[in-house]
Nanobody, 125 residues
Framework: QVHLVESGGGLVHPGASLRLSCAASGGTLSSYTVAWFRQVLGKEREFVAAIRASGGTTHYANSVKGRFSVSRDRASSAVHLQMSSLEPEDASVYYC??????????????????WGPGTQVTVSS
């Protein structure tokens, strides 16, 4: 059983940057596609970004393209989400998830087996 935990959340001002990390215990993330989702209380969870296991190709929601970057740390197998130019609309609980989705369903929650408990990101002036 793989357990995921996110870290790096916090309170930042609009325009600032933040880096979230996703680490695994009980297994390694290197053989999984790892995705980031976010959810605001009362709203549906939405896909943010993903990095595939094979080839390391990345995928982003349109709302974060050009501002967020997802990457793997090969040494630790952790996955990072670098967020720049943060906007108040980015405030949310961010979750990392691991799975083996087909490419056409990479943004679908149901394709991911393992989930972290989430980390809060607040963007406020």
């Amino acid at each position: 059983q793989v357990h995921l935990v996110e870290s790096g959340g916090g309170l930042v001002h609009p325009g600032a940057s933040l880096r979230l990390s996703c680490a695994a215990s009980g297994g390694t993330l290197s053989s999984y596609t790892v995705a980031w989702f976010r959810q605001v209380l009362g709203k549906e969870r939405e896909f943010v970004a993903a990095i595939r296991a094979s080839g390391g190709t990345t995928h982003y929601a349109n709302s974060v393209k050009g501002r967020f970057s997802v990457s793997r740390d090969r040494a630790s197998s952790a996955v990072h989400l670098q967020m720049s130019s943060l906007e108040p609309e980015d405030a949310s609980v961010y979750y990392c998830a691991a799975g083996r989705p087909i490419l056409s369903a990479i943004s679908a929650e149901r394709m991911y087996y393992y989930w972290g408990p989430g980390t809060q990101v607040t963007v406020s002036s």
